[in-house]
């Protein structure tokens, strides 16, 4: 048995593909871009060594709002964990509870992930829009035309104007990771909770989710990168404005480095990102260990 | 299997090649310009951004192209095509992986500043004294000139315009202003008549508001005082600069460009002004295309933006010569390739000044027939020019750029102060 | 079986109510982007923007379609997907499985470090991915696509088999063993048809990664005959001015085959579903 499951040869050539991609796709960015974090480089010509003043420049005597875009960015990833995963785990549990019609709206529940993110830009911009825009125009036909504004300009409110199509586009992403994990369970457990006379609501926090655990685990993680990671709405529909409002670190990266010719610097705030996913996706395993030993 | 897994770390190694591509600059001059024969048959790349069939220069420049082959059955070109805003961040990927097409459009100023300290563009001087120098008109090549040496060809030229649909002017029975207090006022009635939008802007993007904000400033600390700060000479505390700033956040108070202009793009802003639901708009001459394919075509008049103080009139533009062609330094084909840049620069100037898109950076013989009234309209404003003053955000390179475009979106949204703005740009100079 | 209170009947329409209306939140932009397809920028931009369409302008889908070479840009789609699913699920699956159920002292590390490669912002891999690719003399070919986007999915891919390789008893393996499997059978003829909606289920995230991905997609490649669908599509966009009507014929396009590849996947990971909830 352990023979057979420690056999070097077979490992290897399990792992071979995966490693050769990883080696030429993610291997030499990683290490790219920490080299140039450390240099005074502008994208073209000769750069200059200043270690860790790429660095330093992110937070101490900033002036771009650096600090700014990765407050905004935990703010997204907030809303994510608690907002959209209860959201999504919930339907999940609904729709594989044998509702009728159960294809149907997962498969429904689905197609705002499968868009691109050129069409709901531009769904939500119309939806937005501060003349005919369906928001305003709904707020004043049941007379609130004081709260109709332009949201994706206002300040205050652009941030919150660019996560709710974000949180509503991936509800159905979390939603099959989830379905597809709790249809994967042997129906016979739920059968026996049944028959103690379990009531849905006790189903679900004793046997569903528990046994759910790993892949509850990989959406929080998905959940969490994407939004420390955030780009293509937030890039669709304000491209962080206005005057940085709805900055996030991606957003202000790429003007950075493709706008800015401040390839060092750029790519130093491409590596914190990097090391902000690693540090949270530990933080969700431990909490996971943790929860699984109980 | 070893076997191959060794090839394939060796390949993921020789991208160690990058590590040293940070390190030393390629200065290109090491290429051998290939056996320079006239007859030999070659293969040219050229990368361009009039990719949309909306794009009013797409006909003309395909047409330049097409002519250029039929002229030249040697020279094959490879051409591709990029929207704009993608293009940017393509041609820096492929100029730092000394991958750049032969020939590329690109932007004048801060923009091409970097390219050339680089050392990845081909310096023009050699070339240009048959006579094509003396076809240009006067400080056309100013803006693509680095310590003596000339780097790029213009092909047109691109002034910040200011269009009033008359029909709107008359319905309201307002002044089409002239100077500053009546074009407050004029904003001040439109609104009061119910007219949400008096000048078009599309906020969301920084450079639509960047363009009122620089003929703003030319308009009331003048050509000098502004090229002054620029060029780190002068200072943007300047008054008049300040004073600039001060009027455009006077203008969003009073609502001249609608409730909430930064929550819209600029496509979003430009369709009512095509529509005719708009009075004014400023933004640049390649508008005039557009305006021609619109339904308000004959309802719209260029004039002058109006005057602020007396440091500054009509005579004073904003824009110029923003776009060129460039020859990458590497090129296996200098002769061709320059060949070919001459050939597009100057036609592609012909065909899309023949089209209404553009004015010519070139001298041409000009056949008024062909012109529309708009362009004629334009041409009166250019023939009297005195100065212009590049697009702020075209000139500044990089960061610099990058800076007054935040600063300009933070003003526009009554973020900061005149004062507290002027200050910030400052520290571009320090 | 106990008849059905009043107040759970209640609840159930209430249930159906929410479902509902959030399914008309989903399919929508569906309506909203095929009458968007048959417009012009007035109606789109003020004019009508959710009622359908004035004048049915099916000269949108011709212009969208006869554009050239829309036909290549959708093939290259097609291959450079196809072939990044492919890799990305047998990748995954097989490092997945030596990680999770071989033993060997490094597999724990081996997993984390292999998720870094979703945590890359991927403007920032474009220039040293490119120069990668351009020493393996792969630029301007689908290959310059295939292999950084099957890198870039295959941590996803690790992910979500794991997810459920974790719900698959173990003592499947042991029992093979002791019937003195091979560790390949008991892979390829054990494991690999359990974890059939889990192949299913990344197939489809690997798809829509792949399949809208743009910026490798334009800088990456500069010959018409490469191009994939997005580039076209981001091509139609103008420097001074847009026709969105077009676009929206294009996007429309683009986004039928991604719908009908999910239905098709997402009934496949019903069927296996059903016929095979692993006996425990």
Redesign the interface.
């Given at each position: 048995?352990?023979k057979?499951?420690?056999?070097?040869k077979?490992?290897?050539?399990?792992?071979?593909?995966?490693?050769?991609?990883?080696?030429?796709?993610?291997?030499?960015?990683?290490l790219?871009?920490f080299?140039?974090s450390t240099?005074n480089?502008?994208?073209?010509?000769?750069?200059t060594f200043i270690g860790f003043q790429n660095y330093k420049k992110l937070f101490v005597g900033n002036?771009?709002n650096f600090p700014l875009s990765v407050r905004n960015s935990f703010l997204f990833l907030l809303a994510s964990v608690f907002i959209q995963i209860p959201i999504s785990l919930l339907?999940a549990i609904?729709l594989s509870n044998g509702?009728?019609g159960e294809?149907?709206?997962?498969?429904?529940?689905?197609?705002?992930?499968?868009?691109?993110?050129?069409?709901?830009g531009?769904?939500w911009?119309?939806i937005?829009?501060?003349?005919?825009g369906?928001l305003n125009t709904f707020l004043r036909s049941i007379g609130l035309s004081s709260w109709a504004?332009?949201?994706?300009?206002?300040?205050n409110t652009a941030l919150i104007a660019t996560f709710i199509p974000t949180l509503?586009q991936y509800t159905?992403?979390h939603m099959?990771?989830l379905y597809?994990?709790i249809?994967?369970?042997?129906?016979?457990?739920f059968e026996a909770a049944k028959i103690d006379g379990a009531n849905r609501t006790k189903i679900a926090f004793r046997v569903t989710i528990p046994?759910i655990l790993?892949?509850l685990?990989?959406s929080l993680?998905?959940s969490v990168?994407g939004s420390?990671?955030v780009?293509d709405l937030v890039y669709v529909l304000?491209?962080g404005?206005?005057?940085?409002a709805s900055e996030v670190?991606?957003t202000l990266?790429?003007?950075?480095?493709?706008?800015?010719?401040?390839?060092g610097y750029?790519?130093a705030?491409?590596v914190f990102?990097?090391a902000e996913?690693?540090l949270f996706?530990f933080v969700v395993r431990k909490i996971f260990r943790a929860l699984q030993r109980d | 299997m070893n076997k191959v897994l060794k090839n394939v770390i060796a390949g993921a190694l020789s991208a160690s090649m990058l590590f040293s591509m940070a390190g030393c600059s390629n200065s290109g001059s090491d290429t051998t310009s290939g056996a320079q024969s006239g007859d030999q048959q070659v293969t040219l790349k050229l990368w361009h951004i009039w990719a949309a069939d909306s794009e009013s220069s797409k006909v003309p420049f395909l047409k330049t192209l097409d002519n250029f082959q039929k002229e030249h059955p040697n020279i094959k070109l490879d051409v591709d095509a990029t929207e704009n805003e993608t293009f940017k961040t393509k041609i820096r990927t492929a100029v730092a992986a000394n991958e750049a097409p032969d020939i590329f459009t690109y932007w004048a100023g801060g923009y091409m500043k970097n390219f050339v300290t680089a050392g990845k563009l081909l310096a023009l001087d050699d070339y240009l004294n048959d006579g094509t120098k003396d076809k240009l008109l006067d400080g056309t090549l100013d803006n693509m000139t680095f310590d003596g040496k000339v780097y790029g060809l213009p092909h047109t030229m691109d002034v910040g315009t200011f269009f009033v649909n008359q029909e709107l002017f008359d319905k309201y029975n307002i002044k089409v202003p002239t100077t500053y207090d009546e074009l407050v006022d004029a904003c001040k009635k439109f609104r009061a008549a119910g007219v949400k939008t008096p000048m078009a802007v599309g906020g969301k993007e920084a450079w639509c508001i960047d363009m009122y904000l620089d003929i703003l400033q030319v308009r009331s600390a003048g050509y000098e005082a502004c090229i002054n700060a620029l060029s780190g000479k002068g200072s943007y505390e300047d008054a008049g600069i300040i004073d600039g700033a001060k009027r455009l956040q006077e203008l969003v108070k009073l609502g001249a460009f609608g409730d909430s202009p930064m929550s819209i793009s600029r496509d979003e802003s430009e369709v009512p002004f095509y529509n005719g639901e708009v009075p004014m708009y400023f933004n640049g001459s390649w508008t005039i295309g557009n305006v021609n394919k619109s339904k308000v075509k004959d309802k719209i008049k260029i004039v002058p933006f109006p005057k602020v103080g007396d440091k500054s009139d009509s005579t004073d533009l904003t824009g110029g010569v923003a776009g060129t062609f460039v020859v990458s330094a590497n090129t296996q084909y200098k002769d061709q390739a320059v060949t070919c840049l001459k050939y597009i620069a100057q036609g592609f100037a012909k065909e899309a000044f023949e089209a209404g898109v553009s004015l010519p950076a070139w001298k041409l013989d000009i056949d008024e027939s062909k012109v529309d009234t708009l362009t004629k309209q334009l041409m009166d404003l250019t023939n009297s020019a005195k100065t212009y003053t590049l697009w702020w955000n075209t000139y500044l390179d990089g960061s610099k750029s990058e800076l007054y475009m935040n600063k300009s979106s933070e003003l526009f949204a009554l973020k900061i102060t005149p004062e507290q703005y002027a200050k910030d740009l400052q520290t571009m100079n320090s | 079986m106990k008849k059905k209170s009043i107040p759970a009947y209640f609840g159930k329409a209430i249930l159906y109510i929410c479902l509902i209306i959030w399914a008309i939140l989903c399919l929508f932009p569906i309506y909203w982007l095929f009458t968007f397809s048959l417009k012009n920028n007035t109606e789109i931009f003020g004019g009508n923007i959710v009622g359908l369409p004035q004048v049915y302008r099916w000269s949108n889908y011709s212009n969208a379609l006869l554009n050239g070479k829309v036909g290549i840009y959708l093939l290259n789609s097609i291959i450079v997907t196809a072939m990044t699913i492919l890799f990305t699920v047998l990748a995954s699956t097989m490092a997945t499985f030596a990680m999770q159920r071989m033993r060997w002292k490094l597999s724990k590390v081996a997993m984390s470090i292999l998720l870094v490669g979703m945590m890359i912002p991927i403007h920032a891999a474009l220039l040293p991915v490119f120069v990668v690719m351009r020493n393996l003399k792969l630029i301007n070919t689908i290959w310059s696509l295939i292999i950084p986007y099957t890198g870039f999915a295959i941590p996803m891919g690790i992910m979500i088999i794991s997810g459920i390789l974790d719900g698959i008893p173990r003592e499947l393996d042991e029992s093979a063993c002791i019937d003195g499997c091979s560790i390949y059978r008991l892979f390829f003829s054990i494991i690999l048809p359990l974890l059939r909606p889990a192949i299913a289920t990344c197939a489809i995230f690997t798809f829509l990664q792949s399949w809208n991905e743009l910026m490798m997609a334009v800088t990456f490649i500069s010959k018409d005959e490469a191009k994939t669908l997005t580039v076209g599509i981001q091509s139609m966009a103008g420097q001074y001015l847009t026709e969105w009507g077009p676009i929206g014929a294009a996007l429309m396009v683009a986004t039928i085959p991604t719908l009908l590849l999910y239905f098709m996947l997402s009934s496949q990971v019903q069927k296996s579903l059903v016929a095979g909830a692993v006996k425990g």
């Open positions: 048995m352990n057979v499951l420690s056999n070097k077979a490992i290897v050539f399990f792992m071979l593909p995966a490693v050769l991609f990883f080696l030429l796709v993610i291997l030499m960015p990683v790219m871009s080299y140039y240099l480089w502008d994208g073209m010509g000769s750069g002036v771009d339907l609904i509702v009728k294809n149907f709206f997962r498969n429904v529940y689905f197609v705002p992930v499968v868009l691109s993110t050129v069409v709901i531009q769904l911009m119309k937005y829009h501060p003349d005919y369906l504004h332009g949201w994706l300009g206002d300040q509503w159905g992403y099959l990771l597809a994990a249809k994967s369970i042997n129906p016979e457990i046994m790993p892949m685990e990989v993680i998905f990168i420390l990671k780009f304000t491209n404005g206005p005057a940085q670190p991606s990266m790429v003007r950075t480095i493709f706008m800015g010719y401040q390839y750029g790519s705030m491409a990102i990097i996913c690693v996706t | - | -």
